[in-house]
């Protein structure tokens, strides 16, 4: 017999949540989540934070997830969901441990075939989870309260292992029922780390080895998925022993540490950093570790991986000529091959040779309009091993990417699924789950931040204090590149003037126009010492004034569109 004392459904999936890591939830009320959230709010340590909309809830817990590895964002049904459905999608696309938690509807609204609100008006109310099953691992749906313990440490261990979204659902009638609490932490004994197939890993150990010691001028390439395999030790393991050039993907930026001797730049074919596509392209083995290639890191599959010789190192799979070898765990196979290969520094003495230092940007004068590469200059001048750059879609990448990242400082890009607007939810999310003493710092253009501008209030109401470059050109600039149109104009805002808005007499947020390099310069000196509530500063930039990588960028990425 259990003699466990009976705590709500809602409370037992918040003690799951504390023992799992988390300190901070993200939520929008409904009828259908209410009594969830009553219960959520009984668990010691557990803060709850509320969200303007659904889509910035979820673009709050994505950014949460980036820092601090699990997160969670509690909506009503369908109205609510369908709403947050795009930003936990993009979670799907980027690798991110997100628990999409739904309230759900009284378990005796279906069979009483009487049409329910919040949901399509059909007879089968059960529509959400269909739609949520392509953008999540797993689709969990409380519907019996027998249930109810199995699916929410099931779904929580599958979103902890997988590092993707996961659906629970909890239907309105069961969150405040009563069963056993949990007796054990359910994952101190869990092993999150798959084991490798041993003789699978010792024969692509083997095989990479002879290869890349066989080879002239081997490279290191580092993806994103490094950093979803927890490999970034054992892949530092390997470019220390080897002494070859290593470079990352755009999306990967922040990954290997910028002043790692052997580090050359990004990789990202016509806007690559300077000399780095020559040296990736002549080598004859590329070691592509965590690569993801789609049409934006390749700028429009423009490309030139070998990749019928190269070899790949996926998340759990290895590929190269000599063959294809599955259970095989990036971090143990990086470990194990670093054992085996011997230095060869070539491909680093032939970028040497090739380098040139790149030109120095001098201080724009006081009263100079402010420009682009002023921005970028000052905003290079405040960067910590304690900051956390967060990089909106658009030339914001490209600006990013020129930006040096002191060793310990952390960057967050949405590149694979590009949703703009992703940014501010995640400046938010990002600010909340970050270890303390970091600050968050983003670069956000005027399109994108008109789309979830809201968040900005919570931003105050919760006392975080992120700085905010807000580059006001007049559109949208990446747009602009691929295929302008009327289309990418948009109606100017006030957005200094918006902190005050949000602020309403009470808040401690901070806005700034900066329409000059001067007073760009007195921005930030307020901004760094300023508490209790985010900066925005207001960049006023021409319309033109774009970074020539996005130029070239947006010109393959278009022609690649375009294609019959």
Not at 105 to 129: A, F, L, M
Not at 261 to 284: H, K, L, M
Request: hydrophobic share 40%.
């Amino acid at each position: 017999m259990n003699n466990s004392p009976l705590v709500s459904v809602g409370t037992y999936l918040g003690l799951r949540l504390v023992q799992a890591g988390m300190r901070n939830f993200f939520t929008v009320p409904g009828d259908f989540n209410l009594v969830l959230l009553d219960q959520l709010l009984k668990v010691p340590n557990l803060r709850m934070i509320s969200c303007c909309n659904e889509l910035n809830a979820g673009y709050s817990a994505d950014g949460y997830a980036r820092e601090a590895g699990f997160s969670m964002a509690a909506v009503t049904y369908t109205v609510g969901g369908l709403s947050m459905l795009n930003a936990v999608a993009g979670a799907y696309a980027e690798n991110l441990s997100l628990l999409a938690v739904s309230g759900g509807p009284n378990t005796n609204d279906s069979p009483e075939h009487y049409k329910t609100h919040h949901t399509i008006g059909e007879y089968n109310i059960y529509h959400q989870e269909q739609c949520y099953a392509p953008v999540v691992k797993a689709v969990c749906a409380i519907r019996h309260l027998e249930d109810a313990a199995r699916m929410i440490d099931d779904a929580i261990k599958v979103c902890l292992i997988e590092k993707k979204p996961v659906y629970l659902e909890i239907a309105c009638n069961l969150a405040g029922q009563l069963i056993p609490a949990p007796t054990d932490s359910f994952l101190e004994n869990f092993s999150f780390k798959a084991k490798s197939d041993e003789r699978a890993l010792n024969a692509a150990v083997a095989a990479a080895a002879s290869r890349i010691n066989a080879a002239i001028k081997p490279i290191l390439i580092a993806g994103v998925d490094i950093r979803t395999a927890d490999a970034s030790e054992s892949f530092l393991q390997l470019a220390n022993k080897m002494e070859s050039a290593v470079v990352v993907t755009p999306d990967a930026k922040g990954i290997v540490p910028e002043d790692l001797s052997t580090f050359i730049g990004t990789y990202w074919p016509e806007v690559s950093s300077p000399s780095c596509s020559a040296i990736v392209e002549s080598s004859d083995c590329q070691i592509m570790t965590g690569v993801q290639l789609t049409d934006y890191t390749t700028t429009g599959r423009t490309d030139l991986y070998k990749k019928d010789s190269s070899i790949k190192i996926g998340k759990n799979s290895i590929s190269m000529p000599e063959g294809y070898f599955a259970n095989v765990q990036m971090s143990d196979f990086l470990a194990a091959l670093a054992t085996k290969v011997a230095k060869n520094d070539d491909s680093m003495q032939e970028f040497l040779r090739l380098k040139v230092d790149p030109p120095t940007t001098p201080p724009a004068a006081p009263a100079d309009k402010l420009s682009l590469k002023e921005l970028r200059r000052q905003i290079q001048g405040i960067l910590t091993c304690d900051t956390i750059l967060i990089a909106e879609t658009g030339d914001s990448w490209f600006n990013g990417q020129l930006l040096h990242l002191p060793r310990g400082s952390r960057y967050h890009v949405q590149m694979q699924y590009g949703s703009i607007g992703w940014s501010v939810g995640a400046t938010f999310g990002a600010a909340l789950g970050c270890k303390p003493g970091g600050r968050v710092i983003s670069l956000i253009g005027d399109g994108s931040f008109q789309l979830t501008a809201q968040e900005l209030s919570n931003m105050i109401r919760y006392k975080v204090n992120p700085i905010i470059f807000l580059m006001n050109n007049g559109g949208y600039t990446i747009e602009v590149e691929i295929h302008d149109g009327p289309y990418n104009n948009i109606q100017n805002w006030d957005y200094a003037g918006l902190i005050n808005i949000f602020n309403a007499g009470k808040g401690n947020g901070l806005g700034i126009r900066a329409n000059t390099a001067g007073e760009l310069s007195s921005a930030i000196k307020q901004a760094l010492v300023h508490e209790g509530g985010p900066v925005l500063i207001e960049c006023s930039l021409s319309r033109d004034d774009c970074s020539i990588e996005l130029l070239e960028w947006g010109s393959r990425v278009a022609k690649a569109n375009a294609r019959i």
